[in-house]
């Protein structure tokens, strides 16, 4: 959804909201120059669970920036807070894990950490293991950069499980 308009995106998420057409909205939060809380109480008084998201699609942040990402996420007020990072080598995914890990530890509520692209995958199949409660799988076509088949994803998480 980089290429979107993000007022029109808030504008249609405030519909779905409105219309009450989902039980859970994903709303970029931290936009610049975007005002989201306004949707996320609304959204809260209806019922409807928020997770609050920001997306890099051009980078990996560095660790504290990540942090800093993930408790301004988190105040919000949205039920869930999720950060996506595009990777650009492998330190940027193990930089991920280890802020996912470091964000899960301080119990401020719950956390997506997701890395896109192929190089990212790994953390779609182990997040959970680094702090994520969340993962997204492709149900016929990927909405974002290395998105799994949903197949694919709940074969190994169920491999993973199993052995817990």
Partial sequence: MRDHDPSAALALVRS??????ADLVDIEALREGLDASEAIAEARGRGVRVIASHHD???TPGSEEMLAIIAALRGTGADVAKLAVMPQEPEDVIRLLRA???AAGGSAGP??????GSLGAVTRLSGRSFGSCATFAALGRASAPGQIALEHVLAVLDAIERDR
Avoid: E
């Fill in 16 to 21: 779905v909201i409105t219309c009450r057409g």
């Fill in 57 to 59: 699609f051009a980078g």
């Fill in 100 to 102: 996912s890990t470091v």
């Fill in 111 to 116: 956390l997506v950490a997701i890395a896109m």
